[in-house]
């Protein structure tokens, strides 16, 4: 038993030893580096647009003066109720009030009297507010009119308050919150598929490096394949959760700051769940890649034999993208987020829109983990079956193990001491 | 000690080795020598445990090598193999970490070897950024960080020059000095004769000869040169069983069948004039190599 375990926890260490250099020596590489310091400088510009440019409060400063002065109260009123916020000033003589305008402390001047106001601007007036000035200057307009046929201004004033358009919604529009939280949610998604995308790639490069320059031969005689498979899942894995991280807290940090979000109830549970989707999603296509790069020995073959790998993730983005926001409440979403391969991408959004119940989560999560089970084996077959084989690209059957060759010995080199191991 | 005994191993048509056997003895370094493809590189992955023969066993100490005992064997693999982008010490410690010492003993290890080899002021170098010949060094202090007790060395002078040789024979020796069987394999058979105890010569995997560089070489016929710038054309004629192979000027070649006492053509010699040089003719191992390989090429 104690051999046992002894055994088990020295294998764990290699694991560890082979992760921990996959991850210094990708720390400290300059592409790493750079990618991370431009993801947050991304991020974080993305936010202080948000935040200065498109959030900015139309705050409008009108100054009257003159006659025009009594149309001040119901245009500030009338510009409210179509959001757009109003500051009126008083303003003496129409000359300062231009000066103002021409300094820029005054948006527009509103001058002449209540039934014919003069707007002076800058370049061009604000399209709302010349709206709200005319109907109020008919309204006067028709007022004095009524008032010489002896309706007097109140009766009409009453009259018009009562009329208005009622609407009636056969489907609850989306609030402003609700809006946010799928963009959020998608945002997540996104990073998730950018990181699994771009870290798988690594994934299937290194092995390939190693292939290619034949240090898999030296590596293999003391380490096995699966730890060296896992061991470098894992070092890149723990990279890729490192940039993202980084990215991660840039983002909420700021976005917390500057108020451009305004869900802070959904944070935590998103930051939970967009890392517990990230390991999984990674996972998932980590040892697909693993496998598929160790089926060749060139560099240059990378991206054709990880095409097939790179084209279900893509999918599963495309499809992510053109049901999931439009509809994150939807069943097609539901089973969408517990179609393995796909749940990585959809479950962000459900889990930043709050629409997921406990059990979904938890089968989710136990679909995704049976198929990184699933993955693992198949996928350490095929590496253990490959990563030997020198020269040209790997038939898959041969990887599987399902035909025998030549080379069959040298493929199982690893094994057959293995289990002599276990005997003794 | 290790000892491979009737090793067999068949890749689909082709016998790559046939009942192979030899021993490497504590101490001892054995220079694997034989063409391309007559089987060396199979053996060296046999005796390491990485490669399964169809028959045959290898055992060192006694035991067979298990995946636990390989981390005592230091290896270096024909087709070399490191990280490029890796800096020569933090790859040393990787592999030391790989055989099992931990971190501080890895970095303990790693130091005084790159010293050895000359490598010190290059330790925090990117491999890429060495020479071919210093990243050959690299590879064999790769082979030797994990203070291994027995090595396995695929071709490690391919492509050295001679003052690397140099510095890679000693390495091997203090290593052997040390009393580790050294396992090496070589085309280059000068550097053979010189570094290897014993040799094994193997062809269409199969050994065809196998000994110290002595008896290797004293196979063959019993020839000598005999210098004697007086001596015309049968000045030997009277020693029964000698015969002539080659004459250059005053040196004559002569090959003397099997119970010829030498002593009789030197006073032959000395008795048509001053014999300036009688010395025993040896073949090198080069030459050695050339005609067993002729030999079974043609019996085969």
């Known amino acids: ?424 | 000690m290790l000892a491979l005994s009737h090793l067999s191993k068949r890749y689909g048509t082709l016998q790559a080795l046939r009942d192979l056997s030899f021993a490497v003895e504590q101490g001892e370094i054995f220079g694997f020598v034989g063409a391309n493809g007559a089987g060396k590189t199979t053996t060296m992955r046999i005796a390491l445990g990485v490669l399964d023969a169809d028959a045959g066993s290898v055992l060192w100490d006694g035991t067979p090598i298990t995946f636990a005992s390989r981390r005592r064997i230091g290896y270096m693999p024909e087709e070399r193999g490191l990280y490029p982008k890796m800096t020569v010490i933090a790859q040393l410690e990787y592999f030391a970490r790989l055989h099992g010492l931990n971190r501080g003993a890895a970095h303990a290890a790693a130091l005084p070897l790159l010293e050895l080899l000359g490598l010190a002021d290059r330790a925090r170098s990117q491999l890429q950024a060495l020479s071919h010949g210093n990243q050959q060094r690299v590879q064999l202090a790769a082979a030797l960080v994990s203070a291994p007790e027995l090595l396995v060395l695929d071709e490690p002078f391919a492509g050295l020059d001679p003052v690397a040789v140099d510095a890679m024979s000693d390495v091997l020796r203090a290593q052997a000095d040390a009393g580790k069987p050294v396992l090496l394999s070589s085309h280059q058979l000068d550097i053979v004769e010189r570094l290897c105890g014993r040799v094994g010569i193997i062809n269409h995997g199969a050994m065809v000869a196998c000994g110290t560089v002595a008896e290797l070489t004293a196979r063959g016929p019993v020839r000598f040169w005999v210098d004697v710038p007086n001596a015309g054309p049968g000045w030997f004629d009277g020693v029964h069983g000698a015969t002539l192979i080659e004459h250059d000027g005053p040196s004559w070649l002569i090959q003397l069948a099997d119970g010829t006492d030498e002593q009789g053509v030197l006073q032959a010699g000395l008795a048509v004039g001053p014999v300036r040089e009688f010395r025993r003719d040896r073949p090198s191992l080069t030459e050695l190599f050339r005609s067993v390989m002729t030999e079974t090429s043609t019996n085969a």
């Open chain 1, 1 to 424: 038993m104690l051999d046992a375990r002894t055994t088990f926890l020295d294998a764990m260490r290699l694991t560890l030893v082979v992760a921990a250099r996959e991850f210094t020596v990708r720390i400290r590489s300059r592409v790493f580096i750079i990618t991370t310091v431009l993801a947050v400088l991304g991020i974080g510009g993305y936010i202080l647009l948000q935040a200065y440019v498109f959030n900015k409060p139309a705050v409008l400063n009108v100054g009257f003066v003159g006659g025009a002065e009594q149309l001040a109260a119901p245009a500030r009123a009338d510009m409210a109720s179509l959001g757009i916020t109003v500051t009126t000033h008083k303003v003496s003589t129409v000359a300062d009030g231009k000066g103002e305008v021409s300094s820029g402390t005054l948006d527009t001047l509103v001058s002449g009297s209540a039934t014919a106001p003069v707007l002076t601007v800058q370049t061009s007036a604000d399209g709302t507010l010349q709206t709200v000035l005319t109907d109020l200057a008919r309204e006067e307009v028709l007022n004095g009119l009524l008032a010489q046929h002896g309706i007097p201004a109140a009766d009409i004033d009453r009259a018009l308050a009562a009329t208005s358009v009622q609407v009636d919604t056969l489907t609850k529009p989306l609030s402003a919150a609700s809006v946010q939280e799928i963009v959020i949610g998608v945002l997540v998604s996104g990073t998730l598929y950018i990181s699994m995308l771009v870290y798988g790639q690594l994934v299937a490069a290194g092995v390939i490096e190693e292939k290619s320059n034949r240090i898999v031969e030296i590596l293999l005689t003391t380490v096995r394949p699966w730890q060296l498979l896992l061991g470098k899942i894992a070092g890149i894995g723990l990279l890729a959760l490192a940039q993202v991280a980084a990215v991660a807290v840039v983002g909420v940090v700021m976005a917390a700051a500057t108020r451009v979000v305004t869900v802070p109830t959904v944070g935590v549970a998103v930051a939970v769940g967009g890392g517990v989707w990230l390991v999984l999603g990674y996972l998932m296509y980590a040892f697909a890649f693993a496998a598929a790069g160790s089926m060749v020995s060139r560099q240059e073959d990378v991206s054709s034999v990880s095409m097939p790998v790179i084209l279900v993730l893509v999918a599963a983005w495309v499809i992510t993208l053109s049901v999931v926001p439009y509809s994150p409440s939807s069943t097609a979403t539901t089973v969408l987020s517990l179609i393995p391969l796909m749940s990585p991408l959809v479950m962000p959004v459900r889990i930043a829109t709050g629409d997921i119940s406990l059990w979904q989560a938890v089968v989710g999560v136990v679909l995704a983990i049976a198929t990184i089970y699933v993955l693992a084996a198949v996928s350490g077959r095929i590496y253990r079956n490959s990563v030997l084989r020198m020269g040209g690209r790997v038939r898959l059957g041969q990887a599987l193990g399902l035909r025998g060759s030549a080379m069959a010995g040298a493929s199982g080199a690893s094994d057959a001491p293995a289990a002599r191991d276990h005997l003794m």
